[in-house]
């Protein structure tokens, strides 16, 4: 007789993310399963640091929202999803309170910078189950080429930014504009 795996929810993540032997581990919980998020190196820290600063900068002046570094969400209909996206945005109209655990609202915005240990496909995965949950703009940055892809649509393709374009916020962020030469002018 086969048996059933155990499937996590967001609450047994939660305990999980506090026991002492997981005190420095990204955790996220994927489709019921517990997985580790390899710890970011310092390019890919880097990147995520620029991005989250000027979001944070645009956001405050603008009172728009909130700006977070692997903070997990999940969808409140989804119990066996937290995904950590490197950097989030969540409008301030869609944040009913601010409190200790996960959101229980999936961001606006997800960015997820690309580490050596993440496949494409696994990131356009992602860029689809963020958009399949909720989220309107996707970033995808790619370091070692130096690109960007944008997703808005999970029907479309994405579109593909290079070091001579301009990223914007879309309507998630109106006016927000980042040139992306300076994501990777460290």
């Not at 909130?66 to 969808?75: F, I, L, N, P, T």
């Not at 970033?139 to 994405?158: C, G, H, L, M, R």
Request: glycine share 6%; with cysteine; net charge negative.
């Amino acid at each position: 007789m086969a048996t059933q795996e155990k499937l996590y929810t967001v609450e047994d993540l939660w305990v999980l993310t506090h026991l002492p032997e997981n005190e420095h581990k990204h955790l996220e919980l994927v489709y019921g399963k517990v997985v580790a998020k390899m710890s970011p190196g310092q390019i890919h820290g880097i990147i995520a640091a620029i991005i989250c600063g000027k979001l944070i900068n645009y956001a405050q002046a603008h009172d728009l929202g909130y700006v977070a570094v692997e903070s997990g969400h999940y969808h409140p209909k989804d119990r066996h999803n937290v995904r950590l996206p490197d950097v989030s945005f969540i409008k301030k109209e869609r944040v009913t309170e601010l409190k200790e655990g996960f959101a229980s609202v999936m961001p606006d915005l997800a960015v997820e910078v690309k580490s050596p240990s993440n496949t494409f496909k696994e990131l356009e995965e992602k860029a689809h189950f963020y958009l399949d949950n909720g989220v309107s703009l996707v970033w995808i940055v790619y370091p070692t080429s130096e690109t960007i892809e944008v997703f808005t649509d999970i029907e479309a393709d994405a579109l593909t930014l290079t070091i001579a374009d301009t990223l914007d916020g879309g309507d998630v962020l109106k006016g927000f504009t980042l040139v992306v030469k300076d994501i990777f002018d460290y």
